[in-house]
C-alpha cells in the first residue's frame, strides 16, 4: 500500500493542494519527555487546520499510533461518527513507556488511502 507522507503546507501554494494534504494527515502531540513505568498521554489528530469529510463513502476509518516499527495501538471509526460533516478525528491514548520512544501515527481514509505523521522523539527517564 502506498504511504503518503505529511509536507509542510506552508511551502505549498496551492489552497486545493494544501487542504488535501492537512485534512489526511495525522499529527502526533504529547510531551517531549515521559518517565518510565508511568502512563504518558498521547493525542493523534486528523488535520490541523482544515476538515475532512465524514460521509457514508469517505471519512477516516482508522488511525494507528506507532512506536519504531511496532504497533501500539488502533482506533477504528464508522462513517457518520464525527456526525457525517467535516471534522478532525482526535484520538486520546494513555501508554506506559519502558523506553525513549519515535512515536508516528498513520490514518487511512476510505477514499484516499494511507498518510504518515512525521515522527515524534519522546525522552523516556527512568
Ligand atoms: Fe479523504
Known amino acids: 500500500m502506498k504511504i503518503n ?3 509542510d503546507i506552508s511551502q505549498i ?11 489526511h494527515s495525522a499529527f502526533v502531540h504529547c510531551a517531549a ?7 504518558f498521554k498521547v493525542k493523534i489528530q486528523v488535520g490541523e ?3 475532512h469529510p465524514d460521509d457514508f463513502d ?15 495501538a488502533q482506533t477504528t471509526l464508522s462513517a457518520g461518527t464525527m456526525g457525517s460533516a467535516p471534522s478532525q478525528v482526535e ?4 501508554i506506559v513507556p519502558t ?10 481514509c476510505t477514499k484516499h488511502g494511507l498518510w504518515q505523521s512525521n515522527e515524534v522523539a519522546v525522552e523516556v527517564a527512568e
Open 33 to 39: 519527555s515521559a518517565v518510565k513505568g508511568e502512563k
Open 49 to 51: 487546520e482544515y476538515k
Open 13 to 23: 501554494e496551492r489552497e486545493a493542494k494544501r487542504d488535501y494534504i492537512d485534512r
Open 99 to 108: 523506553k525513549s520512544m519515535k512515536l508516528m501515527a498513520h490514518a487511512f
Open 5 to 7: 507522507r505529511y509536507e
Open 91 to 94: 484520538v486520546d491514548l494513555y
Open 58 to 72: 469517505h471519512y477516516i476509518s482508522w488511525v494507528q499510533l506507532w512506536d519504531g516499527e511496532k504497533m501500539l
